[in-house]
């Protein structure tokens, strides 16, 4: 009885936020990007490459919330705000005279309704991987809180034009498919193909951030887009040379005489990608040193011991340490990772447990040699540490390890 009144709830204030701000969705082009991961990177490439075109762009993602010209932090530890604050920038995007609206859709958002009320002329869906399990109940359910969101823009969004835009690499591609076959058009994009035939195998230059292999993919999705807006390749292609990243997602803070790198990876198939695209660019890493926790404190234990068995097999020196344990005991957080490291077929004695995450990435910094990297993942561009009763740490990865390596 509970949770109907609470989907009672988020569904009336859904309805609320778009009626009060008299439905501004239906003056943008609104495009929703989904998937376990890439978003917020994926939704900045393609706000790069409208602004290269001359577009005015608004965006709601993870790591800031921009109208126009203006432009703040996303402090709210929530990609995917409440329904009256998502309408209320629309409506000054509208009132700011932007044309494209771009925005962060994730599965706990549409389970709040915060998808709903908004005419999408765009969706877009990335990846599909483990994640958020113990929220939803089991992988079909949060698999299926990314469909409703792709139901809704084929079924029920007001726009004429609908556009679907599809990963066709991704195994679940075929359910997103399946799901808006004709309501629209839809694209497909690839990590291959891009290098393919847009890359030139390679021999066309985009940024050293780019050019990261965890991020062609969210390259490709951009350009799928772009190009379906009437935008060439020669503008694509100067945007992707220029891009400079986004804050807290492979974030390089120091190239010498060691690298020092942040990231957001908190899942064990993108910390897998993080480590192995590291370690193959033998040119730049000597040895890879590792600070890592396990974010959520009560949420998905399964990924914690894989975590640590991922950081076993790339990693020459560990650090594991505090992340967001909320009301959960971190030590037992790390001891769940920490089992994955000693089960794992790579022993490693370069293990230390390090609970304040300051001093772990303190020490981790003091290990490092020439040529080394250390990559620090799991917090990205997060303004927070949160811990037991609700309450929230001030938290700056990047500004504390320029500090340290002072």
């Known amino acids: 009885m509970f949770s109907f009144f609470k989907n009672i709830y988020h569904y009336t204030l859904a309805l609320l936020g778009s009626i009060f701000y008299g439905r501004p969705s239906r003056k943008l082009f609104v495009i929703g990007v989904t998937g376990t991961k890439g978003k917020s990177t994926t939704a900045e490439l393609i706000n790069a490459i409208l602004e290269a075109a001359g577009k005015k762009t608004a965006l709601i ?3 800031r919330f921009k109208v126009g010209d203006e432009s703040v932090k996303n402090a709210t530890s929530m990609t995917m705000p409440g329904r009256f604050f998502i ?5 000054r995007a509208v009132n700011k005279g932007c044309e494209y609206a771009i925005i962060e859709v994730t599965s706990q958002g549409t389970l709040q309704h915060r998808h709903r009320f908004i005419d999408w002329d765009a969706a877009m869906f990335l990846n599909l991987h483990k994640e958020h399990i113990e929220a939803h109940g089991s992988f079909d359910k949060y698999r299926n809180a ?21 990963n066709e690499e991704d195994p679940a591609r075929e359910y997103f498919a399946n799901l808006v076959a004709g309501a629209g058009r839809t694209i497909y994009f690839s990590r291959e193909d891009f290098i393919e035939k847009k890359l030139d195998n390679g021999r066309d230059s985009v940024s050293d951030w780019i050019g990261n292999s965890f991020n062609l993919e969210n390259a490709a999705a951009a350009t799928a887009f772009a190009e379906s807006q009437g935008i060439g390749w020669d503008k694509i292609h100067k945007t992707l ?4 990243g986004v804050p807290g997602r492979m974030e390089i803070i120091q190239t ?9 990876a908190h899942t064990p198939d993108s910390l897998e990608k993080l480590y192995r695209g590291l370690s193959e660019d033998k040119n730049k ?8 926790g396990a974010a959520g404190g009560g949420r998905d234990k399964w990924k914690r011991p894989v975590m640590g068995e991922s950081a076993a097999r790339y990693c020459r020196e560990i ?9 959960e005991d971190p030590e037992q957080i790390l001891a769940d990772i920490k089992s994955g490291v000693l089960n794992s077929k790579f022993p490693i004695s370069n293990l230390h447990v390090v609970l304040d995450r300051r001093e772990a990435i303190h020490k981790a910094i003091r290990s490092a040699k020439k040529g080394d990297t250390v990559i620090i993942t799991g917090k990205g561009s997060e303004s927070w540490l949160h811990i037991a009763g609700g309450k929230a740490i001030p938290w700056d990865e990047r500004g504390i390890v320029e500090e340290e390596l002072k």
């Open 61 to 63: 993602s993870s790591v």
């Open 87 to 91: 309408q209320s920038l629309l409506r």
């Open 146 to 166: 990314k469909l409703e969101f792709f139901r809704y823009a084929a079924k029920d969004s007001r726009k004429a034009k609908k556009l679907f835009i599809i």
């Open 241 to 244: 040379e220029n891009f400079k």
């Open 256 to 264: 010498e005489p060691f690298r020092v790198i942040v990231d957001y």
């Open 285 to 292: 890493t000597k040895k890879l040193i590792c600070v890592l």
């Open 319 to 327: 650090f594991l340490t505090n992340e967001d344990p909320y009301d």
